[in-house]
């Protein structure tokens, strides 16, 4: 057993990346937003690119509903529906390997609403990191009652 121990710690003085503590300075998000709540995070799939390796808009679009929906589904503290896309901005593309990253902020609580504003943003080449804000929108949601009827915003 002493023989094994020893051998162990040999082999991790030869892996000294094992010995530190790991330098997150370097793999973390560059200058993401710090007035937004991180609602989502998602690395798309094969099967959401085109042919020439860019995500489909459609799907970006999808992913930006759900991360948007996250904040209004607490306030509104039950069930809710996408009501509008007021807008939607798609600043770069997205590929293959993107890791993104949703950050959401509530812009307006109704009567029977709220809208979200949602950045999304790509961390590209991780052996270089580089961040870049790929797509930006603005969503209103509505809290439904058990019929699906428009439902007042509970007190906060």
Not at 7 to 16: D, E, G, H, I, K
Not at 26 to 42: H, T, Y
Not at 96 to 123: C, H, P, Q
Not at 131 to 146: C, F, G, Q, R, S
């Amino acid at each position: 057993m002493v023989k094994e121990s020893t051998a162990l710690t040999a082999s991790l003085r030869n892996m000294p990346e094992i010995e530190r503590e790991p330098d997150l300075s370097s793999i973390a998000p560059l200058q993401l937003p710090n007035d937004r709540q991180l609602v989502m995070r998602v690395m798309p799939m094969p099967a959401d690119a085109n042919g020439n390796g860019d995500i489909f808009g459609g799907w970006i679009m999808a992913q930006v509903d759900l991360a948007g929906a996250v904040l209004p589904a607490r306030i509104a503290k039950g069930r809710i529906a996408t009501v509008a896309v007021n807008q939607f901005v798609f600043k770069q593309p997205v590929s293959m390997g993107d890791l993104l990253s949703f950050y959401a902020k509530v812009e307006r609580i109704g009567k029977t609403s709220v809208t979200v504003n949602v950045e999304v943003f790509a961390e590209r080449n991780p052996a270089k990191l580089h961040v870049v804000k790929v797509t930006e929108a603005n969503l209103t949601y509505v809290a439904i009652d058990h019929a699906g009827r428009p439902r007042p915003i509970p007190a906060a």
